[in-house]
């Protein structure tokens, strides 16, 4: 299973919004309703900020969105704040209680 | 609180053997499913391999990067999670964390522990 496809780095500065992309497959992303995405700071664990293509965990600002069309979903952050600056990942469940990672996105906020 | 933590990393050779330990407190955690996750030095993350929940037999399926080397198990009794890990590599060299969830679902890695290193290196 390869692992998804995302852009290396995006930028945006305070206030704009910005979307990173993540491309899969039929068999990953194309499949099912089950992609998630994580934020992560340095030294830190990741932190679940969209699952199940468009849902929010409780605590999580409503700056974050997801999306999905065909193979690529997608996650949008409204109006970039410094605290935003981290490196995000999608994961995509592909059948069989087994999951493939994106190679991760380094968010800079300008 | 709900809390997961690793433990047991360490620096090992390579075609020696490690397990790692995710204990959790603030819930049962036998009855979630859990996973481990790995990060290489500079790397992304990598889904290792998952377990049921105990109603489910908690049986498991691994990545095939560690299939038949890497044995996930659990104690109920314990609240703990185990990564056996046998015949190591040089490229096993990561911080490992385990995942579960309790408010999301099984598809998604809700809760994470603060991760443990396990370098692989003569």
């Known amino acids: 299973q390869s692992a998804l496809t995302q852009p290396h780095s995006v930028s945006g500065s305070p206030g704009q919004s910005v979307t990173i992309s993540c491309t899969g497959t039929n068999n990953d992303i194309g499949d099912n309703n089950y992609v998630s995405w994580y934020q992560q700071h340095p030294g830190e664990a990741p932190k679940l900020m969209i699952y199940d293509v468009t849902k929010r965990p409780s605590g999580v600002p409503d700056r974050f969105s997801g999306s999905k069309s065909g193979n690529t979903a997608s996650l949008t952050i409204s109006g970039l704040q410094a605290e935003d600056e981290a490196d995000y990942y999608c994961c995509s469940y592909v059948g069989s209680f087994t999951w493939v990672f994106g190679g991760g996105t380094k968010l800079t906020v300008l | 609180e709900v809390l997961l933590v690793e433990s047991g990393g360490a620096l090992v050779q390579p075609g020696r053997s490690l397990r790692l330990s995710c204990t959790a407190s603030?819930?049962?955690?036998?009855?979630?499913?859990m996973t481990w996750v790995r990060q290489a030095p500079g790397k992304g993350l990598e889904w290792v391999g998952f377990?049921?929940?105990?109603?489910?037999?908690?049986?498991?399926e691994y990545a095939a990067s560690v299939r038949g080397r890497f044995i996930i198990s659990r104690d109920a009794s314990k609240n703990i999670a185990y990564l056996q890990m046998n015949s190591l590599k040089i490229e096993d060299t990561a911080v490992y964390y385990c995942t579960s969830y309790r408010v999301t679902t099984w598809t998604s890695f809700e809760l994470w522990g603060p991760g443990t290193m396990v370098t692989v290196s003569s």
């Open positions: 603030g819930f049962t955690f036998g009855d979630y499913a």
């Open positions: 377990t049921r929940s105990k109603a489910f037999g908690a049986t498991t």
